[in-house]
């Protein structure tokens, strides 16, 4: 907020060089960002700066826009055929809605773990080497070595590197998010998209998947859509909260859980609904 | 006053419902257990009587093919080519050309159903805009219930023409003719168990794919179709006993001439699709009809019924564990 506030009074000074700068400290950039679900419209002008490295929560109700406005970021909520956007989101200079975006490309650098863990009926090995593969890697050597460092980032591979031929459907449900974490490294983004990952585990693997976030924040860029407000408080850089499609309050976690601005976001995060 | 101890009654009947006893918790209903029972016996000799008249039909075949098992034996059955079985002199037993037929034009049905039916299952579950979807979806389940007898005439009096024009024979009715028109059987079978199989693969799965940067064919590829692959296997499997088992079109088809439809390609005998072949499903079709009860003949016959029944409950089943050995593999049963 503070950021966009200095912009518009500078707005004639050093335009070009704030511009620069800011695309080194945001990631995304979404303005007037509205979408429809047919006539039901799911986001109302979304004005939202998201900043690059660290982890940004969003948090709001069930129906909030939450998980839509993370679907939009890497264009996924198109796969639901009725959906109509209007407004934009800069990702490095260029507007995601664009018809000459490359949606491979966006995919592949702003990868996303989903609500229910969704490891592919294949091998634990296929699973993470199932991107690297899509993106025209055919050596084994590369494959091995790729899979080797992904399921080191995410922590797994002490406990399957023996069965890495195995079925990942025989993973536990944290085993299989962390796969899942695994498999998006393995192309390399830029940004984690990751839509209430831990909402289908146990708090131990909620709590390994967490310390996995504080480690990957070093050089990802994270988003998380979570429902757990204390989830929100402990891992994340900034907060974002969404009610009826709009954002309410955006600013830093330890602002937005202490002494937030508006009632609505106090109402909400102190339990008063929601 | 009257009300109220009405009233009372009421609530103490509803509250006597509501409390828990040890008597109610360890009393069984009667009724409800035999109902159990019988329904659970019930499935089981339904169940039961589907095996039993299979094994019925085995015994059948194997008590009416005996005689001829005995007299000419097996091996002459299926190394024969010579099938004269009335011949006063020198009669012959060989069902060989028979077998080989089956095999051809099932192949060759299938070789051409196969690829054809996937990519048509693949088109309507995946790729299909939803209007085309319901046209196409109605149309090929007709294709189904078609009357095989049709489809022969179709191909008797309009594909063998073309046949024999396009590659320049005397006749069109032949193994290659038999073949396209098979596969136009064992197509719909393939298509709706396919695209079935196809279309119950997890949103989620594809989900992930797009995800990580696939596109929509390489997620067709590479996830849906290896995903649905047991039921696609289902599909040809069943798309093969069609086939194998189709008597009238075949019939109509295929010319039914009695010889060994091969031919020396440099040196090699190799499968001759342009010639007339007979079937196993055909010559029991044209012989049965008029062959003298209780002959060597008779018997003959069932014994070709019986070798075909063993060709299907083989492949069958061979297909049966693969499907279920992968399905195993995948889920780490």
């Known amino acids: 907020m503070a950021l966009m506030k200095t912009v518009v009074r500078e707005k004639n000074v050093e335009e070009k060089l704030q511009q620069h700068s800011e695309e080194n400290v945001n990631v995304f950039k979404a303005k007037g960002l509205n979408l429809w679900y047919g006539n039901d419209q799911a986001l109302k002008n979304i004005n939202l700066d998201i900043k690059k490295n660290g982890v940004t929560a969003i948090i709001g109700p069930s129906g909030c826009g939450k998980s839509t406005f993370l679907k939009t970021l890497n264009r996924m909520v198109e796969l639901v055929p009725i959906v109509r956007t209007t407004g934009s989101i800069n990702y490095h200079g260029v507007n995601i809605f664009d018809t000459s975006v490359n949606l491979v490309e966006l995919r592949s650098s702003v990868g996303m773990v989903f609500q229910k863990p969704n490891p592919f009926p294949k091998s634990i090995y296929d699973n993470v080497a199932f991107g690297p593969r899509v993106h025209g890697i055919k050596k084994k050597a590369i494959l091995n070595d790729i899979v080797e460092k992904s399921l080191r980032s995410s922590g797994l591979w002490e406990e399957v590197k023996n069965r890495l031929n195995e079925s990942a459907l025989g993973l536990s449900g944290g085993q299989q998010q962390r796969l899942c974490i695994a498999r998006t490294l393995a192309v390399e983004p830029e940004v984690i998209l990751m839509d209430e990952p831990t909402s289908a585990l146990d708090p131990k693997s909620t709590l390994k998947i967490e310390e996995l976030i504080q480690e990957l924040k070093e050089n990802y860029s994270i988003i998380i859509v979570t429902h757990n407000m204390q989830q929100a408080a402990r891992i994340s850089d900034k907060t974002a909260f969404f009610l009826n499609g709009e954002v309410v309050e955006y600013d830093d976690t330890d602002i937005i859980f202490s002494t937030p601005n508006d009632k609505r976001t106090e109402d909400y995060i102190t339990g008063r609904f929601g | 006053m009257e009300l109220d101890a009405q009233n009372r009654s009421e609530s103490e009947k509803i509250s006597g419902l509501k409390q828990v006893t040890k008597e109610k918790l360890t009393q069984k209903s009667f009724k409800a257990n035999l109902l159990d029972f019988l329904i659970e016996k019930a499935f089981f000799v339904f169940g039961s009587i589907a095996v039993f008249v299979l094994l019925l039909i085995l015994y059948f075949l194997i008590r009416e093919g005996s005689d001829a098992l005995?007299?000419?034996?097996?091996?002459?059955?299926?190394?024969?080519?010579?099938?004269?079985?009335?011949?006063?002199?020198?009669?012959?037993?060989?069902?060989?050309?028979?077998?080989?037929?089956?095999?051809?034009?099932?192949?060759?049905?299938?070789?051409i159903a196969i690829p054809w039916g996937i990519f048509t299952a693949i088109f309507i579950a995946e790729i299909a805009p939803k209007r085309v979807r319901e046209i196409l979806k109605p149309v090929v389940e007709v294709l189904a219930i078609f009357p095989s007898v049709i489809l022969g005439f179709i191909a008797l009096v309009i594909l063998s023409p073309i046949v024999a024009n396009?590659?320049?024979?005397?006749?069109?009715?032949?193994?290659?003719?038999?073949?396209?028109?098979?596969?136009?059987?064992?197509?719909?079978?393939?298509?709706?168990i396919a695209e079935d199989s196809i279309k119950s693969v997890p949103k989620d799965y594809r989900e992930a794919a797009y995800a990580l940067g696939a596109t929509r064919w390489e997620t067709i590829k590479t996830i849906t179709v290896p995903a649905a692959k047991s039921g696609i296997m289902a599909g040809i499997m069943l798309g093969f006993g069609r086939a194998v088992g189709e008597t009238m079109t075949v019939l109509m088809a295929a010319g039914n001439a009695l010889n060994m439809p091969v031919r020396e390609f440099f040196g090699v005998t190799l499968p001759n699709y342009f010639s007339s072949v007979r079937t196993l499903t055909a010559n029991i079709a044209i012989e049965g009809s008029d062959v003298p009860w209780g002959s060597l003949h008779y018997s003959a016959l069932f014994v070709i019924a019986l070798i075909l029944f063993v060709i299907t409950f083989v492949v069958n089943l061979t297909a049966d564990i693969l499907i279920s050995r992968q399905r195993r593999k995948l889920n780490n049963e």
């Open chain 2, 70 to 111: 005995r007299e000419v034996g097996i091996v002459e059955f299926l190394t024969g080519t010579r099938w004269y079985p009335s011949s006063p002199q020198g009669a012959g037993y060989g069902a060989l050309p028979f077998i080989i037929s089956s095999f051809m034009v099932t192949t060759g049905a299938l070789i």
């Open chain 2, 166 to 192: 396009l590659f320049g024979l005397s006749n069109g009715l032949n193994a290659f003719t038999a073949s396209v028109i098979l596969s136009v059987m064992a197509l719909p079978t393939i298509i709706s």
